[in-house]
């Protein structure tokens, strides 16, 4: 039952991408965790996090400084 319910309730991984020059190469700006009342995000190779409404807010925010960022879901979303 516990396994169950940790299944059901876990929150979905995602990614915040960055894309450079013209799809030429790429890394990972963000890793992050969407609940159901919002999400994580935390900066790779940085300490600093923060708190978003969703997983997609974080990605508009950080995408109006110009960069070409995209969001990709680890998690399969639960049924």
């Known amino acids: 039952m ?3 319910l940790v ?3 876990a929150p979905r991984r995602f990614a915040i991408c ?3 020059g013209d799809r030429v190469d790429g890394g990972v700006f963000a890793w992050g ?3 159901t009342d919002g999400a994580l995000l935390c900066d790779d190779g ?3 996090t923060g708190r978003f409404p969703n ?3 974080a990605l508009r925010l950080f995408a109006r400084a110009g960069r070409q960022l995209r969001l990709i879901w680890i998690d ?3 049924a």
Request: hydrophobic share 45%; no cysteine; net charge negative.
């Open 33 to 35: 965790m969407a609940f």
């Open 2 to 4: 516990l396994v169950d």
């Open 46 to 48: 940085r300490a600093s």
């Open 76 to 78: 399969v979303p639960s």
């Open 7 to 9: 299944t059901d309730f």
């Open 55 to 57: 997983a997609e807010s």
């Open 18 to 20: 960055e894309e450079y």
